[in-house]
């Protein structure tokens, strides 16, 4: 059974950081791009980051650019987000996922089809 489990999250103040972890399961996914998204109350998932299979690539969303960085590491089959300045609007269900991708050289993309697997999400709030 393939499985996607984050962890991480938690309470923490603007300005404060968390790294977010999201560790595979029942499958490798070190040919695969993976990415993350977030979900905020009443409002639509959204991209934040992905990376490639070998991490030479990575790409953000431009509302964390210069705040996350995505990262991986195939031998643990993990992949991280570390979220530094974090602010009110970070607050949502974090996610990771899988992409299916046959490009896996270039990060995952922005669009949540083109995933194939996804974790259960893990709650971040950040507050003012």
């Known amino acids: 059974q393939v499985q996607l489990v984050e962890s991480g999250g938690g309470l923490v103040q603007a300005g404060g950081s968390l790294r977010l972890s999201c560790a595979a399961s029942?499958?490798?996914?070190?040919?695969?791009?993976m990415g993350w998204f977030r979900q905020a109350p009443g409002k639509e998932r959204e991209f934040v980051a992905a990376?490639?299979?070998?991490?030479?690539?990575?790409r953000y969303a431009e509302s964390v650019k210069g705040r996350f960085t995505i990262s991986r590491n195939n031998a643990k089959n993990t992949v991280y987000l570390q979220m530094n300045s974090l602010k009110p609007d970070d607050t949502a269900v974090y996610y990771c996922?899988?992409?299916?991708?046959?490009?896996?050289?270039?990060?995952?993309?922005?669009?949540?089809?083109?995933?194939?697997?996804w974790g259960q999400g893990t709650q971040v709030t950040v507050s003012s």
């Open positions: 996922a899988a992409s299916n991708t046959p490009e896996p050289w270039n990060p995952g993309g922005r669009n949540g089809d083109e995933y194939e697997y």
């Open positions: 029942g499958r490798s996914f070190s040919s695969s791009a």
């Open positions: 990376i490639s299979w070998s991490a030479a690539q990575t």
